[in-house]
């Protein structure tokens, strides 16, 4: 099938590390996203990392890919009120390239 | 460099009338995919047009339907508006077609049909 999972929310404290984690079906998925939504706005780009690689590191951010599991994780250390955000996971594939594949998005809220 | 733009960005309409929204996409980039945003189907692929030719199409009835211009600008339209249209509207470019290329979204048309 086409489903990319997601939690829909996660609660964390203001300076803990958040992980927001997804999984994805299709094997052939050539690139993975991750991408922010703020109330009322569009969808930002946070990074992406390729399918061969199992780690993308960018400054708070760090992604994981377990591609045997078809589990993706955004890590974000040191969380700020400024990422309370929808973040979606998302999928491209090989087969169907021009098209991504988002999952429903994690809701995070921070507490104080 | 200036982002991608969408107008309007917000659109009332009612039942059975259509509607035309516009995307311009940041300067060099020539691929133009329009997405469907609601809180039951999430977001979905609507199509993707890239030197005016379409190269992708999503599972949408054809009252969609979209085109673009030889500067890269594209629009999409909407006929014969039902509620359940009632969506944000994103549109993303990205320098060309292919996995390889990453896309920037624009802030969305929020098109509400009454």
């Known amino acids: 099938g086409e489903d990319v999972e997601q939690s829909l929310f996660l609660s964390v404290r203001e300076g803990d590390s958040s992980v927001i984690n997804c999984t994805y079906t299709d094997s052939s998925s050539t690139y993975l996203y991750w991408y922010k939504q703020e109330p009322g706005a569009g969808l930002q780009l946070l990074t992406y990392i390729f399918s061969n690689m199992d780690m993308k590191q960018d400054q708070r951010l760090t992604v994981l890919l377990n591609k045997k599991d078809k589990h993706l994780s955004l890590r974000i250390a040191d969380t700020q009120t400024g990422d309370s955000a929808i973040y979606f996971c998302a999928e491209r594939r090989y087969s169907s390239a021009s098209k991504i594949i988002f999952g429903s998005g994690t809701r995070l809220s921070i507490r104080p | 460099k200036a982002g991608v733009t969408q107008t309007p960005r917000y659109l009332i309409k009612t039942r059975g009338q259509q509607v035309t929204l516009s995307c311009s996409p940041i300067s060099g980039h020539r691929s133009v995919s329009w997405y469907q945003q609601t809180p039951g189907q999430g977001l979905q692929f609507l199509f993707e047009?890239?030197?005016?030719?379409?190269?992708n199409k999503g599972n949408f009835p054809g009252r969609f339907s979209g085109r673009q211009f030889s500067n890269s600008r594209s629009e999409m339209n909407v006929s014969t508006l039902e509620l359940g249209d009632s969506a944000l509207y994103l549109c993303a470019s990205s320098l060309a077609t292919g996995e390889a290329y990453e896309q920037y979204f624009g802030p969305g048309t929020r098109l509400t049909v009454t």
């Open positions: 047009y890239f030197s005016e030719t379409q190269r």
